[in-house]
């Protein structure tokens, strides 16, 4: 299935939260030689070394020898539940070593996806990772009100949702009280251009083999039924991380 803009469709959806996997992969895993420790550049830990691409955003050592991308959601519970179990020890034993880069990818799953998503492309590239923590940490809170919200928000015309949304579920004031103001915020809400390269790029996941969040590729070949930390991790071990 290809997706289309958001504002012509009414969303890549219901590909379902968790289409990436089942989370019971009993697959063998080939082991590859231990890859070395990198260090950082000078002054800092690679858990500072934030870089934009064309794609997403990664956070690490942007030549590490293993590449983890994730496409997440940022209202699908199963993603919340990795960012707020897994990406921790991510970081702390593979990311901060430079052996492994993290790559976050937006992939739009649920009605209300937009919102959130095109506001945490509105903050600097250093902050776009203390934003989507921040999300998956709030996310319970944040989408309490989805379907009082989604009953209201139907009526209005695609290109007025993302911003409906925003206002309703509390994104917008989550995103004010992280120093974006108002008026930048509803910009990027509304903003065609920003719609388009979050679409566009969601297309190219799709043609990528992802159907569903979290999906998750290791040096750029999708991991199969993995959803979860204790499933990922051995992955990346067997990928050289240990």
Request: overall charge neutral; hydrophobic content about 40%.
């Amino acid at each position: 299935m290809r997706v289309a803009p958001l504002f012509l469709l009414p969303l890549t959806l219901l590909a379902g939260c968790n289409g990436g996997g089942s989370g019971n992969s009993t697959a063998a895993v080939t082991s590859a030689t231990p890859v070395a420790a990198v260090a950082p550049p000078a002054g800092k830990t690679w858990l500072d070394v934030v870089s934009k691409t064309s794609d997403g955003y990664i956070q690490g050592n942007p030549n590490a020898p293993i590449k983890l991308l994730e496409y997440g959601s940022r209202t699908c519970p199963v993603c919340g539940h990795f960012a707020n179990t897994g990406v921790e020890p991510l970081r702390a034993k593979y990311v901060s070593t430079g052996k492994v880069s993290y790559e976050f990818r937006e992939f739009w799953v649920h009605p209300q996806d937009a919102a959130p998503s095109l506001l945490g492309n509105c903050v600097s590239t250093e902050a776009f990772f203390p934003v989507l923590d921040q999300m998956y940490a709030q996310q319970t809170e944040l989408n309490a009100k989805i379907e009082q919200v989604y009953a209201q928000v139907q009526s209005l015309q695609k290109t007025q949702q993302p911003l409906a949304y925003a206002v309703g579920l509390g994104y917008l004031d989550f995103i004010k009280q992280r120093g974006v103001p108002e008026e930048k915020a509803r910009q990027c809400l509304t903003d065609p251009a920003l719609v388009k390269t979050i679409n566009d790029r969601i297309n190219k996941g799709i043609e990528k083999g992802v159907n569903g969040t979290p999906t998750f590729f290791i040096n750029d070949k999708k991991v199969d039924d993995v959803v979860a930390w204790e499933q990922l991790e051995p992955r990346l071990q067997a990928a050289g991380a240990r």
